[in-house]
């Protein structure tokens, strides 16, 4: 009987250990699943951290290397015309073709030149750009796809081209443990300010080059202030006039963003080229068009405007 209560006793106890032991390993394993999860879900959001910060540098350096990319391929774009001495047929086509492709009127401006250097797109076009993103995205394990990317250039300013790219952009985490996935549009203005105008070197024979310099005087403008905008051929902004992209097709015609200069006869003459006696606003006097036309009061007898109060609001009346 005693060796039975003795027994009882004993297994009392063995149960109540096995109890404890169960509690203890389900307490640890407990703990030890929590602190794998805070210590995987740090990761993630460590990862999280990361890719966000990679997306902002991202949002900060697509629009840079679009900057340089645009900017040289107009660029090119105005070479080609001055080289060859026509017009674009579609200026957004073509730089489009050129943007992806960096070949303008079958001619590959990514390879090496006769003389063996660099082309003038070689590194600039888009593919190019998503090389170079995409190393900066390897060494973070990120993968970045652009799908069906589009670019285009326009106007809405007279002084500035804009070029836009939209595209739908995946950056995706390799670990699979993040994935941004969105339609993106990013633009930049260029300045027009360092490109030649082509309905000069075009009717010209490239002898007089005039490259777009703003006249910011107030308008209308003072005598000394219409000389010196005459002799230099500065620009001023007219709605009556093409603008940048316009002249590039050899399109005439009026605009919002439109832009106007002064044909300077003498320096026409001094290339030997004989001046016409006609109005000198640049799209006039290259055009077939001869309206009237009336001398500003104090200005030489070869600035001929148009007689318009439009151009008497500018330049002053005779």
Not at 50 to 65: C, G, Q, W, Y
Not at 208 to 233: G, I, Y
Not at 287 to 311: F, L, R
Request: aromatic letters at 12%.
């Amino acid at each position: 009987m005693i060796n039975i209560l003795k027994h009882r006793k004993m297994n009392k106890k063995g149960v109540f250990f096995t109890i404890l032991a169960i509690a203890l390993l389900s307490l640890f394993l407990v703990s030890y699943t929590i602190s794998s999860f805070a210590q995987n879900r740090e990761g993630v959001n460590k990862r999280i951290k990361t890719m966000n910060a990679f997306v902002s540098s991202l949002e900060e350096d697509i629009p840079r290397k679009l900057y340089i990319a645009g900017y040289r391929t107009l660029f090119v774009i105005e070479e080609d015309v001055i080289k060859n001495g026509t017009y674009i047929a579609n200026i957004n086509s073509t730089f489009s073709q050129a943007f992806f492709t960096g070949v303008i009127n079958a001619k590959d401006y990514t390879v090496p030149d006769e003389f063996g250097q660099p082309g003038m797109l070689f590194g600039a076009i888009f593919s190019d750009i998503e090389e170079k993103i995409n190393e900066k995205a390897n060494a973070l394990n990120i993968d970045v796809n652009f799908t069906n990317p589009n670019v285009s250039i326009s106007q809405d300013d007279p002084w500035h081209v804009r070029v836009s790219l939209k595209s739908n952009l995946i950056i995706k985490d390799r670990g699979n443990l993040a994935l941004w996935n969105k339609s993106a549009e990013y633009y930049v203005y260029i300045p027009i300010g360092n490109f030649e105008d082509p309905i000069y070197t075009i009717n010209t024979n490239a002898k007089v080059v005039n490259k777009f310099v703003r006249n910011t005087n107030p308008l209308p403008l003072s005598t000394v202030a219409l000389l010196d905008h005459a002799e230099n051929s500065y620009y001023i902004n007219h709605t009556d006039a093409p603008n940048f992209l316009q002249r590039l097709e050899g399109d005439l015609s009026a605009n919002p963003n439109g832009i106007e200069s002064l044909v300077n006869t003498h320096e026409l003459s001094n290339q030997g080229i004989t001046p016409i006696e006609k109005c000198v606003i640049d799209y006039i006097y290259f055009s077939g068009s001869s309206p009237s036309t009336y001398i500003p009061t104090g200005a030489p007898d070869w600035v001929k405007i148009e007689d318009s109060q439009e151009h008497k609001d500018i330049y002053g009346g005779a």
